[in-house]
């Protein structure tokens, strides 16, 4: 019975937006629904799990517990980033504990079979018995750390756990092509471009607030004055992801009237426009001519997530000291303007817990963005 | 000389207390090399394996001279 509700929860979800209605509680609430979920919409497409910019060095490996999946991130000698399980091939034992600089190879701390940072087994000491370090029943080349198919873009890294959703390119074209002037470097600068906030809600309640533009002047009235509602427009791409977009931008200014630098070669358009998506499952993005930001959801249980904001710039003129203080004014001001839908996203989903609510019914004329989340993720339960 | 494995105890356990790869694989190594010298080639590779999986995590280039003898013995 609870499967034929399933099937008729989703399929009222794929309904067109005028007559549609929006995911069951359960998608919420339900740890049922969470299991499936992790495979369905994470482990099979392309998730978020980090920043490229946290294993900044040759070496460096951090390790990743995403959705249980205990994952270790490492860039290597030849500079590649990948992507591991994070178990030694052995008997399963957790190889890497913190994030730290990998100097010769990674060694388990069980019986030390040692990998290299390319995740080649490098060394099985007294496989063969005490002082024999080899065993014709184990062949080294066969048993490499297991690598995760993993993608770089926009210094977010993806994985694709499954590793059977097509390549990340393909996937995400659409993006690639929406955003390709703003294919260019990015300057992070730390602490003072990041920040985590823990929000009681489930994930996809961050993404349908971020995707649409109508909450705007009654959550956020500071945008109000030059920001309006009738500034702003839909972004909608199928199967890959929505937002908004705004035509009103302006560059924030520091005491001294001193902007940040615009991303080289841009046109016009962006002078004054801004754009803000939900990259499918667990991306918020935004660029302006002048900086971006990325915001990774880590769903942590049904009700729990947490956010992992960071700001970028485009000039590296920008990543330095004399840029410090409005650096800080630019990250406070997103910290307000993310912790003001806070509120919000805990308290739909505390609004899940109603025994009668039906999904929800959307404005066809301002909700199309949200509604195609909603059947994403209702596709996505439905393969 | 066989070093005494009391001795040799004592400081792997420091070393290892302190997460001190470099002298763990030090001591191994120094202790491989004795009892190479008095030819007892078992435990002698016993204390090459584990001066050499140490010297490879640090990145050591002693690793490698650790390997070569392993090898000699038909033990990597």
Known sequence: MDQYLAIEDLERVLQPVETANGLSNRHYLDPEWFEIEKRKVFFDNWTAIGFAKDVPENGDARPVEFLGQPLVVIRGRDGLLRVFQNICRHRGMILVKEPGRIRGAIRCPYHSWCYDLDGALKATPHVGG?????????????????????????????????????????????????????????????????????????????????????????VHPGLNSYSRLEDHYHIEEPDCFSGQGTLVYRQLKGDDGETFEDAPGLSDKWDTAAEYIALYPNVLLGVHRDHSFAIVLEPVGPHDTAEHVEIYYHAESDAGPERAALRAKNAALWKVVFEEDIFVVEGMQRGRSALHFDGGRFSPAMDGPTHMFHRWIATQFSR | MIPTLASLDTAVVAAHAAGDGARLAQLYGEAADDFASSGDIDTACFFYTQAYVHALEQGAPEAERYAAILRENARL
Not at chain 1, 166 to 190: D, M, N, S
């Open chain 1, 130 to 218: 005490p002082g024999h370090n080899t065993h014709e029943a184990i062949d080294r080349d066969a048993l490499g750390l297991i690598e995760v198919r993993s993608h770089v873009w926009r210094d977010i890294v993806f994985v694709n756990i499954s590793g059977n959703a097509r390549p990340f390119e393909e996937v995400h074209a659409k993006a690639l092509a929406r955003w390709r002037e703003f294919e260019q470097p990015l300057f992070h600068t730390g602490a003072d471009s990041g920040f985590r906030l823990e929000v009681a809600t489930n994930w996809k309640l961050a993404v349908e607030n971020y995707c649409e533009s109508y909450h705007l002047p009654w």
